[in-house]
């Protein structure tokens, strides 16, 4: 239960704030059709890329479906950033309003509903039959959080309607440029990840250090810029007169006044509980701890495969061949959340032969217990797991016979 609440929490977060706001504020400027078109078509993408992700695999790399659908992306939430903020300043842009909004609820819902029409079909794994305990669960927490993030996006939606224009838009422009930021950091791993990139020594450093450090840091401020334009609702609210021309009035006017509060309280409980869907979840996932076991792989003609579809699930993986001497060499395997895959020896440089437990989305040497970013698996430094050279090709992930014999010596 708690990791499809989690999940689809963490997957639905962004897009349902982006998608209130941005409905919110232009609901009147942008034609409704191109709305509905773009959602339309970013709903179909993203169903049928994880149709064929679930039944032919091979015939759609998951990283490149993300890149391809995230450069566009960023560039066209900078464009809702500047269009946004200039909005109160010039008044024909129409033509650009509805192409902007068009391309970014198509690109945002093609990424990110994707993993969410996947996870249905998980829901048997592992088990005999719908009968099961386990299942409900599964599909309480997978439903518990789409009603949740539903509600915040309907709830943005209408206060952003009503907000003061001055702290909307400011809010509205923020928000937009953090998630653009958080995109763009996913760009970069995966680059860093399929090695698209080189090490540009401390650039990479810093990057990796955003990657790793900046999502929870930008979670919060969203959550607060979105709290604001609720509060500034409200502050408006308490500061309008109650009284009309007649007492029909006067009670329509109260109406309106209670409805607007209550929606500014509804999108500030929907926050908090996907704050505490999301770290309370995680936390509670923390209690149990489960070591991945060792798997003996042997090799064909000098190269081990895997298929990378082994990998989705994002979780550890731990490994083991022996070479030639009779040596065991293990390795680790785990995809990372922002996309690419971190392989190393599962060992580091400092507590040698160790290895590592997964707990809480990191991994963890069991020597000093120091939590590592699944993100950074793959590069030097640290109690980092120890890299050695890999290869994707074809949805396949292969590993040289001749990297894990050259390691043989640090498991002696």
Not at 25 to 49: C, D, E, F, H, P
Not at 254 to 282: M, P, Q, W
Not at 308 to 330: C, S
Request: overall charge neutral; glycine content about 6%.
């Amino acid at each position: 239960m708690l990791h499809y609440l989690v999940n689809v929490t963490d997957t639905l977060f962004f897009p349902a704030v982006l998608i209130g706001v941005v409905l919110g504020i232009y609901a009147g400027s942008v034609k409704g059709k191109a709305m509905l078109i773009g959602a339309a078509l970013g709903a179909t993408i993203a169903l049928a890329a994880a149709l064929i992700r679930q039944f032919e695999p091979k015939a759609l790399t998951r990283e490149y479906y993300d890149l391809a659908i995230l450069i566009p992306m960023v560039v066209f939430l900078m464009a809702l950033a500047i269009v946004t903020a200039l909005r109160l300043h010039i008044e024909k842009i129409s033509v650009a309003s509805n192409i902007v909004v068009f391309a970014v609820l198509l690109l945002t819902l093609a990424y990110s509903l994707t993993d969410i029409f996947i996870y249905p079909f998980e829901f048997l794994n592992g088990l005999d039959s719908f009968y099961d305990k386990e299942f409900a669960l599964r599909v309480f927490g997978y439903a518990a959080a789409l009603l949740i993030l539903l509600t915040l996006c309907g709830a943005v939606y209408s206060v952003s309607r009503g907000a003061p224009t001055e702290i909307l838009v400011f809010c509205a422009v923020s928000i937009t440029l953090l998630i653009a930021f958080d995109k763009l950091l996913s760009v970069l791993s995966i680059f860093y990840s399929r090695k698209m990139l080189p090490d540009y020594g401390w650039l990479t450093s810093a990057i990796f250090f955003l990657i790793s450090n900046s999502q929870s840091v930008i979670f919060y401020l969203v959550c607060g810029l979105t709290a604001l334009i609720s509060l500034s609702l409200y502050l408006w609210d308490r500061m309008q007169a109650q009284e009309g021309a007649n007492p029909a009035i006067t009670r329509k006017l109260i109406a309106d006044s209670r409805r607007r509060r209550r929606l500014s309280f509804l999108t500030v409980f929907s926050l908090f509980l996907a704050a505490l869907s999301l770290n309370g979840g995680a936390w509670l996932s923390e209690q149990n701890i489960e070591l991945s076991p060792l798997i003996e792989v042997k090799d064909i003609d000098g190269v081990i495969s895997f298929s990378l579809d082994e990998f989705d699930d994002g979780h550890l993986r731990r490994y083991v061949y022996k070479t030639k001497n009779g040596i065991d060499v293990k390795f680790l395997i785990i995809k990372k959340k922002r996309g690419g895959y971190g392989v190393g020896l599962d060992a580091c440089e400092i507590c040698g032969v160790a290895g590592y437990y997964e707990k809480n989305d990191r991994v963890i040497c069991s020597r000093c217990s120091v939590a590592i970013n699944i993100a950074t698996i793959g590069f030097y430094g640290g109690c980092n797991p120890i890299p050695f050279p890999y290869e994707i090709t074809n949805s396949m992930l292969h590993i040289y016979i001749s990297a894990l014999e050259k390691e043989e010596n640090r498991f002696r």
